[in-house]
Every structure is written in C-alpha cells, then in structure tokens.
C-alpha cells in the first residue's frame, strides 16, 4: 500500500471522490457508489472504517439495515442487486435481531423515509430508543404513525415532516439542536393541529430556518427570542385571526427572509404591523386573493418596518383576478415601494399592481433603486400600456445593472429615433413585453438591436395570434440584424488582416 494512503485526511477525499459518482439508476437498485464503497471497505482494515462511514451515511429508507438481520437478508436480496420486497405478515424482530439492525445504525448521518410498509418490524423496540445517535438530518415522507420516536435524535439538525405530528413536541425536547424545521402539510390543518405546532415551535431554541403552516402570536413572540433564526416561511391557511388584542410590538433582529403562502393578506398585514424586521432582506408572498385595499396596507406595513434601508428581494404574487377595481385612482402602489433603496430584485403579479405607471413613474422608480437587477410587473387587469421607448430608455440610464425587465410596452407609438440615439444599455439580457400591441416591427426590432444590444430575443405573451406573429416577426428580423453586424465585423477583421 502507498505511503500517502495511510494518511488519513488522503484517504477520507479519495473516498469522498468515489461519494460523488451519482448513477442514472432505476430506484431500488443498489448503485455504483455503494457497490464501490462495500468493495473498499472489504480491501483492508486501513479501509475499512472511513468507508463504511460514508457508505451508511446517507439512507433512503431502512430496508439496507433490515438487510442486516441474518432472518431477513435472504428475502430482502433474493433478486441480486435489488432490495425491493414486502414485510407484511413478517414477525417483528427479536432482541438479538434488534442488535443486528443497529450494527451500523451509529454511522447514518442523513434518512429519508419514504414509506412505511416496515415500521412493524421495530414494534419491540422501547419507547426512549435513538435508533440513530449520530443523526443530523431527517426527512419523513410519509405520516410515521406511532414511530417517529424512533428516528429522533439528540444531534439532529434538520427534521421535515409531512404534517403537524402528534408527537411533534418530542422534535423539540429530544433534539435540542434543531436548526431547520421543515412541516410541508398537503391540506388544511384543523385548529387543533394548528395550537400544537405553535406550542411545539416555542419549545424549539436554536431554529435557523422555519416552514410551517401559519403560527399563532404567542409563537411568533417566541421566535422573536431566538438570536439564531434567520427565514421563516409560513404557508397554509389561517383559520382563526390573529389576536390583535394581546399584541406586543416585536423586533426579528436577525430574521433576513419572510415567505407567506396565503390566502388572503391579511395574516401577514398584520404580522408586519406589530412587527420590526431591522435585518430583512427578502420578501416574499403568494396570496390567493389580493384586492387593492391589502395590498396599500401591506405595502405601507412593509415601509413602516425599519426594513427600507435593507430590504433587497421583493416577491408579491397573486392569480386570483376576480377583485374589484380600486376606489382611489390616484394611488399608485408602486410609489410606496421609493424608499426601498436597497433593491435588487422586484416582483408584482397581481390584479392592478400597475394602476397608473407612466413614463414619470417608472423614471422616479428606477431613479430610487440604483442596485435594481430585475424588475417584474405583471398587471393582469392592465388594459392599455402607458410605457413608451422613450420613457423606457430614460428609466434604463437610471439602472445600469439592470438584467431582466417585464412590463408592458406601449410599442405602436414610436417616440424616439435610434439613429440620432447613442445611448446603449448593455446589461440588460430578459426584455419580456407581456401582450404589447405593435405596429413597425421593423422599427422596433432596429431600437432593440441599437439600443438593447444584449437582447437576443424579445418575450411577448400569448394572448392574440396578431401580437404573437408581430413578436415573432420583430425577433426574426433582430436575429437577421445581429448576423449581419457579425458577418460585416467578420469582413472587416479579415480586410485589415490584408
């Protein structure tokens, strides 16, 4: 054996390396890797130890450890490479059965269980058994019912569940190192499921990251105390209002991402409004229903935050078109969003985000946010487009690192002349114009080409055939400019070269 293989960091990355090699393997097939890692481990004792490590580090299910059992390996391997078989009507195991299962249940570091056809077979085990000391990440997919127990673990990091558990607190006192709570529930919660995860979350101490259906205030206060926590995501329905009563204004110190999946926005209105987000920089909801008068107060909450001076990422989405138009046409939603200086990205998709923008709006816009990279307006409800070229290119010297930009172009009425026109904004790679009607698609396509020279393609949407054709035309001919400026360049390079 080389000298260099008993050095033990040497010989811990040549067997990462071989971790690495992923096969596009059918599932219950016993990959390449695992094959490789079994062979080390039989080579020496040198060997033997790091990799066996890593070859029952990561476990999807238990059947590989079931496989342990001298009683169960002939029937979970009867078809060679494959372990896909079916437990019903098999005895639990015995005691020494038990010792056999654990033999290497010490070394897993990271489950999933997608099913639970055999949970049965640990029915013996006690109550107060960590089948997996040493485990850092969990992940059930399927309801555990009477078992979760037995995949909890003192060192555990990372837990996600497919529903509020009754036994979730257990999550909590057993693995008082959790970081990253995940609860994906498919349908609505009962209220009852819904008090238990709040009275489970505040048992939690060290949370970083948080997903889970929505969270009463008392929670919400408990999570304020955690130094740790960085993103919450709260997705699902809410029953029961939030108890504007018993409010205290709370600060989230270090909490830097907010999601909400909702159905309407009045959860997170109020979450905001009691609430200060000093560190924010992401913002995100998708809300079933969105009318006007919710989005002016959960955009005024938003300002009102302290998170203007950081908020960077903001996403507020919502397909539900049946809301009535807004009262007040004066108010521009967007015009709340000036203080933002700090802004990156922006996202509004929903019924009247776009109420008034013109060429002044979106100039003031882009004049408040110098860092904006991407800007996504999406008014479903927006009829006729107020956006000129002229307003557009004004807007884009104000936004140098602009690379993605959808709105809806006002591209019939053309006011300005390309050729007089030296001003070229290079950054900008996504144009997507949404249903813009057009009239000199060879106009356009020359604007796009002199002006937008990073532009290969313009996105148009899909509502008329006519718009559709006349998008078409326009990027046929942008492709034919572009070929023609690469042949003549190529002309030119090779005249010099004479």
């Not at 098999?90 to 010490?106: G, K, N, S, T, Y």
């Not at 929670?219 to 009563?245: F, K, M, Q, R």
């Not at 905001?272 to 919710?294: Q, T, V």
Request: proline residues 6%.
């Amino acid at each position: 054996m080389h000298h260099a293989l008993l050095v033990s960091e040497v010989l811990l990355d040549i067997f990462a390396h071989v971790n690495t090699i992923l096969d596009p393997l059918s599932y219950g097939e016993i990959s390449l890797t695992r094959k490789s890692l079994a062979t080390l481990a039989t080579t020496c004792r040198t060997f033997y130890e790091p990799a066996m490590d890593l070859l029952w580090a990561d476990m999807h299910g238990i059947v590989p450890l079931l496989g342990c059992v001298t009683r169960l390996h002939p029937m979970i391997y009867h078809h060679g490479g494959k372990y896909t078989w079916y437990s019903e009507g098999i005895d639990p195991l015995c005691e020494h059965e038990v010792r056999q299962f654990l033999r290497h249940a010490h070394r897993v570091r990271s489950l999933q269980v997608p099913f639970d056809n055999h949970f049965h077979l640990l029915s013996v085990l006690p109550i107060k058994t960590f089948l997996f000391p040493k485990l850092l990440s969990l992940s059930m997919v399927l309801h555990p019912n009477g078992y979760l127990h037995l995949f909890l673990s003192p060192t555990l990091r990372r837990c996600f569940l497919p529903l509020i558990h009754p036994d979730l607190k257990l999550i909590a006192t057993c693995c008082p190192t959790l970081e990253d709570l995940t609860i994906k529930v498919p349908s609505q919660s009962t209220a009852d499921e819904l008090s238990l995860l709040s009275d489970s979350i505040r048992l939690c101490k060290r949370l970083v990251t948080l997903y889970c259906p929505p969270l009463d205030w008392a929670a919400w206060n408990h999570l304020s105390t955690l130094p740790t926590l960085l993103s919450v995501t709260i997705c699902g329905e809410v029953y029961c209002p939030l108890d504007t009563d018993n409010f205290v204004f709370t600060r989230f110190l270090n909490i830097t991402t907010l999601s909400f999946h909702v159905t309407t926005a009045s959860y997170v209105i109020a979450i905001m409004r009691n609430s200060a987000f000093p560190s924010l920089k992401e913002f995100k909801m998708i809300a079933r229903i969105l009318p006007w008068e919710d989005a002016e107060q959960l955009f005024d909450a938003l300002s009102r935050c302290t998170t203007c001076q950081t908020l960077q990422h903001v996403d507020i989405l919502s397909r539900d078109q049946r809301v009535p138009e807004p009262s007040d046409n004066s108010l521009t939603l967007i015009a709340q969003f000036f203080g933002f200086t700090q802004l990156r990205t922006l996202q509004l998709a929903f019924p009247h985000c776009c109420t008034r923008l013109d060429n002044h709006l979106l100039l003031k816009a882009m004049s408040s946010w110098p860092h904006i990279r991407s800007l996504k307006l999406e008014d479903p409800h927006l009829r006729s487009a107020t956006i000129t070229f002229c307003g557009l290119f004004a807007a884009l010297r104000q936004s140098p690192h602009l690379h993605t930009l959808h709105i809806l172009m006002d591209a019939l009425n053309i006011d300005i002349e390309p050729q007089t026109e030296s001003f070229q904004h290079t950054s900008l790679q996504t144009l997507d114009v949404r249903s813009s009607h057009i009239a000199d698609r060879e106009a356009v396509a020359h604007i796009i080409f002199s002006m937008l020279p990073s532009v290969e393609s313009v996105i148009y949407g899909s509502s008329g055939h006519h718009i559709r054709y006349a998008w078409q035309e326009v990027n046929r001919r942008l492709q034919s400019l572009k070929s023609s400026a690469v042949l003549g360049r190529r002309i030119t390079g090779v005249a010099a070269g004479c």
